[in-house]
């Protein structure tokens, strides 16, 4: 009886072991701390969670490593073909080795299951290379211009609509001894936000996005003129005295401890400058960048877009196993990252109860609802190299180093004219 009872147990036991590890899924991410306030990252565990108890009969294995060391984790895995099935990553350039290499699954067999009718319009475009959609998008960033109403009352003026009352602005809170626009230009990405917006102004999202994928150029009179009202802000003083050797996390303080007026940054902001400890709580209000008279963009163009996603490993044992729990994840991260304040769902659908939401986020959701065109953050549309030439031109620019034309001539050879 007793080799009976053992066979029995092991028996057992392997078939128990069989049927847990028969159905499972790996998946790496960047949100390493479950326990992060981060609401990218809230948004995350939820959607995690809420996937494992749709697909009880499926293990979902997830690994998270933080910041950088993800960044490098990440290209060294798929150049050893180490990637797990789903893992987290950019679209655009940083995308382009994957898909080059085969590295991942092209999703457009899979979606004609009608998942992309429950998709904004739009947000695929920079997970489609060569016509084929390897991602699919979680939610919409987005850049817009806060401003502290009490501090542009104090000094006399309104939130800027237009080119000439942005001046005007930053004139005034000037001369009330208020910087006026708080940039961290030391993190160097905050620099690149004002240049992205006012090519954008001046040339539209069209040309941007044409230039920054190499199919158009970077050194015409549009992008010139774009530069040269960037320059008219440096040389004016909007962005205060010290913007070179701020970094980002400085200026957003100066921003929530109300000694500058206006910030140009995304919606992930939104948290500290509604958080307990900031002193503009209530105080601060997102608008759309202002207008610009003869430019060809739209005020309804913004800066940023759907431009993070999750990747399907090209080697995955069973795609229409991991296609419906990748849908769905998706789906539920991106209604939980709106709901958390990252920033606008990209599915379509009620998102749920939006009582308990930070008020500006609900805000830019309204602001953001009549967008005509998005174009994505640089260092992410472009890759290698071409980013940190992007970046050497742009800071010798806001140096003063170089001239307007100088400077699009250099992104033009640097980044156009390298193929």
Same mark, same amino acid.
């Given at each position: 009886m007793a080799a009976i009872t053992v066979s029995g147990i092991c028996a057992s036991g392997k078939q128990d072991s069989e049927k847990k590890t028969a159905k499972k899924i790996t998946m790496w991410s960047q949100f390493a701390d479950p326990n992060s306030q981060d609401s990218g990252s809230i948004a995350f565990y939820e959607a995690l969670e809420a996937t494992r108890a749709k697909f009880p009969d499926i293990e979902?294995?997830?690994?998270?490593?933080?910041?950088?060391?993800?960044?490098?984790?990440?290209?060294?895995?798929?150049?050893?073909?180490?990637?797990?099935?789903?893992?987290?990553?950019?679209?655009?350039?940083?995308?382009?080795?994957?898909?080059?290499?085969?590295?991942?699954?092209?999703?457009?067999?899979?979606?004609?299951?009608?998942?992309?009718?429950?998709?904004?319009?739009?947000?695929?475009?920079?997970?489609?290379?060569?016509?084929?959609?390897y991602g699919l998008p979680i939610y919409i960033s987005t850049a817009q211009l806060y401003v502290n109403d009490d501090l542009l009352a104090k000094a006399g003026v309104s939130a800027p609509k237009t080119w000439d009352e942005l001046l005007s602005a930053v004139t005034a809170l000037k001369a009330k001894g208020i910087i006026p626009i708080s940039l961290g230009a030391k993190d160097r990405w905050p620099a690149m936000f004002w240049s992205a917006i006012l090519d954008m102004r001046i040339a539209g999202a069209t040309a941007m996005n044409a230039a920054l994928s190499k199919k158009g150029p970077f050194n015409t009179p549009d992008f010139v003129s774009a530069s040269e009202k960037l320059k008219q802000l440096i040389d004016m003083g909007a962005f205060g005295t010290?913007?070179? %050797?701020?970094?980002? +996390?400085? *200026?957003?303080?100066?921003? !929530?401890?109300?000694?500058? /007026?206006? &910030?140009?940054?995304? =919606?992930?902001?939104n948290g500290q400058i509604e958080g307990e400890n900031s002193q503009v709580k209530g105080k601060v209000s997102?608008?759309?960048?202002?207008?610009?008279?003869?430019?060809?963009?739209?005020?309804?163009?913004?800066?940023?877009?759907?431009?993070?996603?999750?990747?399907?490993?090209?080697?995955?044992?069973?795609?229409?196993?991991?296609?419906?729990?990748?849908?769905?994840?998706?789906e539920s991260m991106a209604k939980a990252?709106?709901?958390?304040?990252?920033?606008?769902?990209?599915?379509? %659908?009620?998102?749920? +109860?939006? *009582?308990?939401?930070?008020? !500006?986020?609900?805000?830019? /959701?309204? &602001?953001?609802?009549? =967008?005509?065109?998005?174009?994505?953050?640089?260092?992410?549309m472009l890759s290698g190299n071409d980013t940190e030439s992007m970046f050497g031109s742009l800071m010798s620019f806001f140096a003063g180093?170089?001239?307007?034309?100088?400077?699009?001539?250099?992104l033009q050879k640097r980044i156009s004219e390298t193929k």
């Open positions: 979902i294995d997830h690994i998270g490593s933080g910041g950088e060391a993800y960044k490098q984790k990440i290209p060294v895995s798929g150049a050893a073909n180490e990637l797990p099935d789903i893992f987290f990553w950019w679209g655009g350039g940083a995308a382009q080795p994957f898909i080059e290499g085969k590295r991942v699954l092209a999703l457009d067999d899979l979606a004609k299951d009608g998942t992309l009718k429950k998709i904004v319009p739009g947000t695929t475009e920079n997970f489609t290379f060569d016509g084929k959609l010290n913007f070179m %050797g701020t970094s980002y +996390d400085d *200026s957003v303080n100066l921003f !929530l401890t109300g000694r500058a /007026g206006m &910030l140009f940054m995304g =919606a992930w902001v997102p608008i759309k960048f202002p207008a610009i008279p003869g430019g060809k963009g739209n005020i309804d163009e913004w800066h940023g877009g759907s431009g993070e996603t999750f990747f399907i490993n090209a080697d995955v044992k069973d795609k229409e196993m991991v296609w419906p729990v990748y849908t769905y994840f998706m990252a709106f709901l958390a304040g990252s920033g606008s769902s990209a599915w379509l %659908g009620d998102p749920g +109860d939006v *009582s308990a939401m930070n008020p !500006l986020a609900v805000k830019i /959701g309204s &602001l953001s609802a009549s =967008a005509k065109g998005f174009s994505y953050w640089w260092d992410q180093v170089s001239t307007p034309k100088q400077y699009t001539e250099e």
